[in-house]
C-alpha cells in the first residue's frame, strides 16, 4: 500500500469519526484502528447515520442502544464489518428480519443482543451460519418455538434471553441439543414442567431463570442432574417446600431465587446441605424469623434475605 493510499485511508476514517461523534457516538481507538462503537438512545441517528461505519472494518463492537430509528436499511451498511465480535442493538424497535440478513455474514460475531427488535422466527433463518456465536438476547422479541428451531445448528451459543417471548415447552426440546449452553433465560414464558424435561441434557447449565413461568414441584425433579447449577431463579412460581427436595443435590448452586413462593420453614431444612449458596432470597415467601435464623445457622455465609 503506497503512502498516499494510507494518508487518504487515515484521512477517511478520522471523517467517520468526526461524523459518528455529531451523531451522538462514542468511539474508541486502538492502534489506530476504530475497534469499537457506542451509541446511547442517540436523537439524531437514522439508517443514514450508518453509512459512515462502513470503512470502519476493523471495528470488533458496535452498541446502538435505543435507536428506535434503525431499519433493515440501515443495517446493510454494517454488513462489510466482518470483524465485529460484538453487535448489541437493543430497542431498535425499528428492525425487522430483513436487517437480519445482513448480518449472515459476520462470521466472527460472539455477543448479539436484539432485545425488543421487530423481528420473527424467519429472522433467525439468518443466524445459522454465525459458528461463533455465543450470546444471543430475544427479549421480547416475536419469537416461538419455530425460531429455536434455526438455532440449534449455532452449536457455540452459550447464553439465550428468552424473556417474555412466546416459547413454549416444545421449543426447549429444540434448546436441548445445545451442549454448551450455560445460561437461559425463559422469565415470563409460558413454559410448564413438561418443558423443563428438555433440560436433563443440558448439563452444561450454570445460570437458569424461571421468574414467573408455570413451574411447579414437578418440574424441579428434572433439575437434578444439571450438578453445574451456580444461579437458579424461581420467583413467583408455584414452587412448595416439596420442590426443594429436588435441589439438594445442586451443591454448587451460589444463588437462589425463592421470592413470593409458598415456601415455608419445613422446605428450608432440604437447603441445609448447600454450603456454597451465597446468596438466598426469601422475599415474600411464607417463612419465619425463627426458620430463616436456624437455616443460617447452618449456611453461615450465606446472605438469606426475607
Do not use: C
Not at 115 to 136: F, P, V
Not at 241 to 257: E, F, P, S
Request: proline content about 1%.
Amino acid at each position: 500500500m503506497g503512502q498516499e493510499t494510507v494518508n487518504a485511508a487515515i484521512q477517511d476514517q478520522q471523517a467517520a469519526i468526526s461524523e459518528i461523534e455529531k451523531l451522538g457516538g462514542q468511539v474508541q481507538i486502538q492502534r489506530g484502528v476504530v475497534v469499537a462503537i457506542r451509541f446511547t438512545a442517540p436523537p439524531n441517528l437514522t439508517d443514514d447515520g450508518l453509512v459512515h461505519l462502513q470503512g470502519l472494518t476493523g471495528l470488533e463492537s458496535l452498541t446502538l442502544w435505543f435507536t428506535k430509528r434503525i431499519t433493515a436499511e440501515g443495517v446493510e451498511n454494517l454488513k462489510g464489518l466482518t470483524n465485529l465480535r460484538q453487535l448489541h442493538m437493543p430497542f431498535a424497535i425499528s428492525l425487522t428480519d430483513e436487517g437480519l440478513a445482513h448480518l449472515a455474514g459476520m462470521s466472527e460475531l460472539e455477543s448479539l443482543d436484539l432485545a425488543y427488535a421487530d423481528i420473527t422466527d424467519a429472522g433467525l433463518i439468518h443466524l445459522q451460519a454465525l459458528n461463533k456465536l455465543q450470546s444471543l438476547n430475544l427479549y421480547k422479541t416475536r419469537i416461538t418455538d419455530a425460531g429455536l428451531k434455526h438455532l440449534q445448528k449455532v452449536t457455540n451459543l452459550r447464553s439465550i434471553q428468552l424473556y417474555g417471548t412466546q416459547v413454549t415447552d416444545a421449543g426447549l426440546a429444540h434448546l436441548s441439543q445445545l451442549q454448551h449452553l450455560q445460561s437461559l433465560d425463559i422469565y415470563r414464558t409460558p413454559i410448564t414442567d413438561a418443558g423443563l424435561a428438555h433440560l436433563k441434557a443440558s448439563t452444561s447449565l450454570e445460570t437458569l431463570i424461571l421468574y414467573e413461568t408455570l413451574i411447579t414441584d414437578a418440574g424441579l425433579a428434572h433439575l437434578k442432574g444439571l450438578n453445574n447449577l451456580h444461579k437458579l431463579d424461581l420467583y413467583r412460581t408455584q414452587v412448595t417446600d416439596a420442590g426443594l427436595v429436588h435441589l439438594k443435590g445442586l451443591n454448587r448452586l451460589q444463588q437462589l431465587d425463592l421470592r413470593y413462593t409458598q415456601v415455608t420453614d419445613s422446605g428450608l431444612k432440604h437447603l441445609q446441605g448447600l454450603s456454597n449458596l451465597e446468596t438466598l432470597d426469601l422475599t415474600g415467601a411464607q417463612v419465619t424469623k425463627a426458620g430463616v435464623s436456624d437455616l443460617h445457622g447452618k449456611l453461615s455465609n450465606a446472605q438469606i434475605l426475607h
